[in-house]
């Protein structure tokens, strides 16, 4: 039901704010001008906080269309003779200018390519990903909630309709597009840990006792590249192997302590080279792009 409802807001609000554009006459162009601004600042706001992965990525770029149609509609039908707007609804629609404003300021600092940060090989070749959580921000990554995997993305795989499934939380893991996908080394260097033996489970299930689930470890550069959630029986390498960039390492499965089939990878460094989850997180960027949630790659 959380999931509908997110939704409905996901879609209701953007919708509603272009139909006011749209169809509410504005008595001149400065009126007309506070509700755009209004307008752009809280659709900013809710797609770039939500997930466009379970209704369609598409959206990205079709309610900012949207919203450009709305206000040119708007534009044309300014009139002297509309109701002029009252003391009280100025305020009120400055007031909320302001704090949208600053709350997408705080959204943009999440988007700056952290100090220091690493560049690794994108994991995937070929199709469209989705970057389900990843940034600065706790707003638009809940990894930031714990320190080792701070800068950590989740990398989900789009069908032909921009969504990461087909259906709604439908059960069947050969319904994701990235059940299965194959997942390629991001560096070149020594693997440290490869465990396998982890279920892939039933969505929405977890298995939070096993966190990372199959998953698997690469020393390189000075850092450590954790690749989680892999398929079980997949893992194509072993601890002591060499790898490339671009090598195969296994495939998008759904162990561990996730509700659906995806690929969780951050860096980390310090500890010894097998230990994960405990040590210093350390930003990344892909083929030198920071990645943050409604981020899509086309590799």
């Given at each position: ?13 953007p919708f ?40 369609s ?10 919203l ?36 997408d ?16 090989a ?5 199709g469209?990903y ?9 707003w ?24 990461a ?45 096993s ?25 194509a ?5 060499a ?55 086309f590799?």
């Amino acid at each position: 039901m959380s999931a509908i409802l997110t939704a409905v807001v996901q879609i209701l609000v953007p919708f509603v704010l272009a139909a006011d554009l749209a169809f509410v006459r504005r008595a001149n162009r400065a009126m007309w001008l506070s509700q755009v601004v209004l307008a752009a600042l809280a659709t900013v706001l809710v797609l770039a906080i939500s997930r466009w992965d379970q209704l369609s990525a598409h959206l990205l770029v079709g309610i900012p269309v949207l919203l450009v149609a709305a206000a040119v509609r708007g534009y044309r039908r300014i009139s002297i003779n509309a109701r002029p707007t009252g003391k009280a609804s100025v305020i009120l629609t400055a007031l909320l200018i302001v704090a949208l404003g600053a709350a997408d300021a705080r959204l943009f600092v999440g988007h700056v390519t952290p100090a220091g940060a690493v560049n690794l090989a994108f994991p995937f070749a070929g199709g469209a990903y989705y970057i389900g959580g990843g940034g600065n921000t706790r707003w638009i990554n809940n990894h930031q909630n714990d320190n080792p995997q701070r800068f950590a993305i989740d990398v989900l795989k789009l069908n032909a309709w921009g969504r990461a499934s087909a259906g709604t939380s439908p059960r069947s893991l050969d319904a994701y597009a990235s059940f299965g996908e194959p997942v390629r080394s991001p560096c070149r260097g020594i693997v440290t840990v490869a465990e396998d033996g982890h279920p892939d489970l039933v969505p929405p299930d977890r298995d939070p006792d096993s966190r990372a689930g199959n998953h698997v470890v690469i020393a390189c550069s000075g850092i450590k590249v954790l690749l989680a959630h892999l398929r079980l029986g997949s893992i194509a390498v072993e601890p002591g192997s060499a790898v490339e960039a671009g090598s195969l390492v296994g495939e998008v499965g759904n162990s561990g302590n996730t509700n659906q089939p995806h690929l969780h990878i951050h860096a980390e460094r310090g500890g010894s080279d097998t230990s994960i989850l405990e040590n210093d997180p350390v930003p990344v960027v892909f083929d030198g792009r920071f990645l943050v949630r409604n981020s899509i790659v086309f590799p």
